[in-house]
């Protein structure tokens, strides 16, 4: 369901009953509520966005290397947004979305080794504007399919020319090959006419067990290879 798409369901709903000026009148003070939040989601999430751009930065003056490989952002679509709200049973409000849904705002930080994870995830919670909110750690405690992965919601706040505003931003850490990982899971998931079968699941376990032990070694390899300097430790 695109904007365009509800946009002409409800010209058409409307226009019997109002003159066409009319109708684009009513339809854009509709949707500004929802437009103006998407917006204040899309400030959090790039001001969550440079937080990491800027710790990647300084941790790579410092250590040598980058803990960082990527950093994915993502809006969630209208349609996802529905859909959520009608799966957790939530009014379809502007309020009710800020309120319910934790994960608008997406932004997802790829990094080298798993306690590359933790170090970056303790640098970003000791910052006096991010909140933790819930914290979720898929990589101590995998799902049982073998996602792993570490959650944070956060609330931060965003300054606008007449208000602060706090929102919230979901935060996912990843190695890359719990990415690589997750990646293939979702896409399989999502093929509608492709079964996940138990010895797909199986299998999707098994290599995902496979990542966990290829982190653990490259991890390793890194540490054997590094002097204490290059060797990153947890911010006190
Ligand atoms: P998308 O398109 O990535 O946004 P909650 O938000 O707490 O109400 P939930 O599902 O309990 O809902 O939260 P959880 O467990 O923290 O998972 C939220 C997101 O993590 C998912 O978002 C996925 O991105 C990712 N995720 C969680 N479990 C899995 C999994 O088993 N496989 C894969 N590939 N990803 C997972 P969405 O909304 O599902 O999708």
Not at 207 to 217: T, V
């Amino acid at each position: 369901m695109s904007s365009d798409f509800t946009r002409q369901m409800l010209e058409q709903l409307l226009l019997p009953h109002f003159s066409k000026s009319d109708v684009q009148e009513r339809i854009h003070a509709y949707a500004h509520p929802y437009r103006e939040l998407i917006a204040y989601y899309r400030c959090a999430m790039m001001h969550v966005e440079t937080k990491f751009n800027i710790l990647d930065e300084e941790l790579s003056l410092e250590y040598d290397r980058n803990p960082i490989e990527s950093i994915k952002t993502r809006l969630k679509s209208l349609e996802s947004i529905v859909d959520k709200a009608i799966r957790k049973q939530v009014p379809l409000t502007v309020e009710s979305i800020e309120q319910n849904l934790n994960d608008v705002a997406g932004v997802r930080v790829i990094c080298s080794h798993p306690s590359d994870i933790y170090t970056l995830a303790d640098a970003f919670l000791k910052q006096d504007d991010i909140t933790l909110i819930e914290k979720k750690d898929y990589i101590a405690n995998p799902k049982p399919n073998g996602y792993r992965s570490l959650h944070l919601i956060v609330e931060t706040p965003i300054f606008l020319h007449d208000k602060k505003k706090m929102m919230k931003v979901e935060v996912q850490f990843r190695t890359i090959s719990m990415d690589w990982w997750a990646s293939l899971e979702h896409k399989i998931r999502y093929k509608k006419d492709v079964e996940i079968t138990p010895e797909i699941a199986q299998e999707l376990y098994d290599c995902a067990e496979m990542s966990a032990e290829l982190d653990k070694r490259m991890e390793t390899i890194q540490s054997t290879v590094s002097d204490d300097k290059d060797t990153l430790k947890n911010p006190t």
